[in-house]
């Protein structure tokens, strides 16, 4: 099977597991994903480009169950949701039924099934890390917006020498407390080499490729706030052992 199907495979599975009330496990990873803290971080992401164009119509790539998406109906945008595991899209439609101008649309966000010209920002969270080649996928998104339009991303650094440290104390907790094996995550899906953005040091190297991708006014911002409050969060082991840290990229359409 390849690479790309596992990883959706995985997403599918995981979304006939989840329900809309995960975030109410205070203290777990979901209810940090539902933490209101996302919310602020939006708003920033999605000031007016250099060339003065209104953004009203955002698309959320890999939209998950909708979590991003209903904080951007919220905030009075125009919404469709693109998500590829059709179970997690099934959550999406119903968290996002109160708002009439959001949408969800079951697609590969690699081609997503919007037309060009028919939004006027990206947006996307915990995503382009996980693609093998993030430079095309963003050159597709720049054409689906056009000129003047906002392409914005929130990911992490250091993904997967993140998860190994984790594994590595789930597995001696695993011998130590009990037989059951650990859940399996996405993350144990990739190579670097399969995902470039999958383990990188610094937010610029994730800015690298957009630049490649002929985006404007480009640029990369720690996020050390949100990582903050993930680790409030977390068992103090957990916490020191994280190495991974939130960043933000955003770039104007040429």
């Given at each position: ?146 000129k003047n339009g906002r392409i ?18 789930t597995e001696f907790s695993k ?80």
């Amino acid at each position: 099977m390849a690479q790309s199907n596992k990883v959706q495979q995985y997403w599918n599975t995981r979304g006939l597991r989840e329900s809309l009330d995960d975030h109410s496990r205070l203290g777990g990873s979901a209810g940090f994903r539902e933490h209101p803290v996302w919310f602020g971080a939006l708003p920033p992401l999605l000031e007016r480009p250099a060339g003065g164009r209104v953004i009203r119509r955002i698309a959320d790539m890999g939209s998950g169950t909708g979590i991003i998406a209903e904080y951007l109906a919220r905030l009075g945008y125009e919404v469709i949701a693109v998500e590829f595991a059709e179970s997690r899209a099934r959550l999406a439609e119903q968290r996002l039924a109160p708002y009439p101008m959001a949408s969800v649309r079951v697609g590969d966000v690699a081609d997503p099934p919007i037309a060009p010209g028919e939004i006027d920002a990206v947006i996307s969270r915990n995503l382009l890390w996980l693609l093998p080649d993030p430079l095309a996928v963003l050159e597709r998104w720049a054409l689906l917006t056009g000129k003047n339009g906002r392409i914005a991303a929130i990911d992490s650094t250091r993904r997967l020498d993140h998860r190994k440290r984790r594994a590595g104390l789930t597995e001696f907790s695993k011998h130590l407390l009990s037989k059951k094996k650990p859940a399996a995550h996405s993350a144990q899906l990739l190579q670097t080499s399969a995902a470039p953005l999958a383990n990188i040091r610094t937010p610029d190297e994730s800015a690298g490729y957009w630049r490649q991708a002929g985006l404007l006014n480009v640029s990369a911002q720690d996020l050390s706030w949100i990582t903050a409050v993930k680790e409030h969060y977390e068992h103090p082991v957990s916490r020191y052992l994280s190495v991974s840290k939130y960043y933000s990229v955003i770039g104007d359409c040429p």
